[in-house]
T-cell receptor, first 114, second 110 residues
Framework: AQSVTQLGSHVSVSEGALVLLRCNYS??????LFWYVQYPNQGLQLLLK??????LVKGINGFEAEFKKSETSFHLTKPSAHMSDAAEYYC????????????FGAGTTVTVRA | DAGITQSPRYKITETGRQVTLMCHQT?????MFWYRQDLGHGLRLIYY???????DKGEVPDGYVVSRSKTENFPLTLESATRSQTSVYFC?????????FGSGTRLTVV
């Protein structure tokens, strides 16, 4: 079975500092991978997705993620945190097949200190 | 408006009652999903549907029933609500690997 593990349920960063959110996946073949963001009392918004083109994927709001097959990882980064980045972040995957079930990690809460 | 709509936005119900959460999409996407969101668990798949009249269980289906008689609607029914089903429920639709989520229904079972 395929699964996603997000390392660290809470991450606190200073405004202007690097944001690094870790995601590892378990899959027999490289899946499609996603990062979503959820602001308080809102739905999920897609930040970026990896579908086997470039391994470095750029998303919205200055975020990017790098797919590393050898490490089975898809970590999310942003060079300089902004107060508006405070939210819940989810890594998710779906198999490279006709199965479109999207499986999520447990989520990482990001707080940004002024 | 185009999109995916969930109703109600908030619901309080009593233990043992039947409650139905509605989900409607305007794109005619083939796939639709129901997730529940709980602290420490992220989003867990309850049921999904690949097309009208085709549904399948996800990770946590017990206590829930779904139907999909029309492509655009995918209601989720709690046949006899329990306190453990207090959660935020998200509906999603998908076509060719793109996913769109509704705004969620916050359900409280008292």
């Amino acid at each position: 079975a395929q699964s996603v593990t997000q390392l660290g349920s809470h991450v606190s960063v200073s405004e202007g500092a690097l944001v690094l959110l870790r995601c590892n996946y378990s899959s027999s073949v490289p899946p499609y991978l996603f990062w979503y963001v959820q602001y308080p009392n809102q739905g999920l918004q897609l930040l970026l997705k990896y579908t086997s083109a470039a391994t470095l994927v750029k998303g919205i709001n200055g975020f990017e993620a790098e797919f590393k097959k050898s490490e089975t990882s898809f970590h999310l980064t942003k060079p300089s945190a902004h107060m508006s980045d405070a939210a819940e972040y989810y890594c998710a995957l779906t198999p490279r097949s006709n199965d479109y079930k999207l499986s999520f990690g447990a989520g990482t809460t990001v707080t940004v200190r002024a | 408006d185009a999109g995916i709509t969930q109703s109600p936005r908030y619901k309080i119900t009593e233990t043992g009652r039947q409650v139905t959460l509605m989900c409607h999409q305007t794109w005619s996407h083939s796939y639709m999903f129901w997730y529940r969101q709980d602290l420490g668990h992220g989003l867990r798949l309850i049921y999904y549907s690949a097309a009208a009249d085709i549904t399948d269980k996800g990770e946590v289906p017990d206590g829930y029933v779904v139907s999909r008689s029309k492509t655009e609607n995918f209601p989720l029914t709690l046949e006899s609500a329990t306190r453990s089903q207090t959660s935020v429920y998200f509906c999603a639709s998908s076509e060719r690997g793109g996913y769109t989520f509704g705004s969620g229904t916050r359900l409280t079972v008292v």
